[in-house]
């Protein structure tokens, strides 16, 4: 079976200082890893997928996300905080139906 | 571009009653897939849909049923609602590996 872990519940970072998600999946094969923001109230909104190649993945909004084999980790990076980029963040892993299993998400504040 | 459409996006029932909730898939889209989120909960698969035909099924209860018509649209039938139903359902259609979500339809039983 296949599973996520996201270790951060919450983190709050200034504008303009750089921020990182942590998420570990345990997954038997080769997954499908993906990042997805969430606004409350909204939908989900998909900020970057790896499927295979280059390990290193760039998204929108300026977010990219590292895929480490050896660590079973794929974590989300970016830069520097836009106040908009408040929301929750999930991590989620999928199989080669797509069918996702999603950890329980970061709560990303950004204070002025 | 279309996106996924849910509908409706709200609703609000009383315990035992049946709700539905129905999903319009971006165009050429052949895979449907349930998710329900529970208040500060990260979302659940439901069921998914195949070319019209049911693919997997995940801890989706009995009191729960769902079909994807002709036309792709699928429907999560909810029958005899308990308090803990409340929560935002997502849909989501894929092609080639990549889950489009609408943005939900929140139900609030009372």
């Known amino acids: 079976a296949q599973s996520v872990t996201q270790p951060d519940i919450h983190i709050t970072v200034s504008e303009g200082a750089s921020l990182e998600l942590r998420c570990n999946y345990s997954y038997g094969a080769t997954p499908y890893l993906f990042w997805y923001v969430q606004s409350p109230g909204q939908g989900l909104q998909l900020l970057l997928k790896y499927f295979s190649g280059d390990t290193l993945v760039q998204g929108i909004k300026g977010f990219e996300a590292e895929f480490k084999r050896s660590q079973s980790s794929f974590n989300l990076r970016k830069p520097s905080v836009h106040w908009s980029d408040a929301a929750e963040y999930f991590c989620?892993?999928?199989?080669?139906?797509?069918?996702?299993?999603f950890g329980a998400g970061t709560t990303v504040t950004v204070r002025a | 571009a279309a996106g996924v459409i849910q509908s409706p996006r709200h609703l609000i029932k009383e315990k035992r009653e049946t709700a539905t909730l129905k999903c319009y898939p971006i165009p050429r889209h052949d895979t449907v897939y349930w998710y329900q989120q529970g208040p500060g909960q990260d979302p659940q698969f439901l069921i998914s849909?195949?070319?019209?035909?049911?693919?997997d099924k995940g801890s989706i209860p009995d009191r729960f049923s769902a079909q994807q018509f002709s036309d792709y649209h699928s429907e999560l039938n909810m029958s005899s609602l308990e308090l803990g139903d409340s929560a935002l359902y997502f849909c989501?259609?894929?092609?080639?590996?990549?889950?489009?979500f609408g943005e939900g339809s929140r139900l609030t039983v009372l």
């Open positions: 989501a259609s894929s092609l080639l590996g990549e889950l489009f």
């Open positions: 849909f195949y070319e019209k035909m049911q693919s």
């Open positions: 989620a892993v999928g199989r080669d139906d797509y069918k996702l299993s």
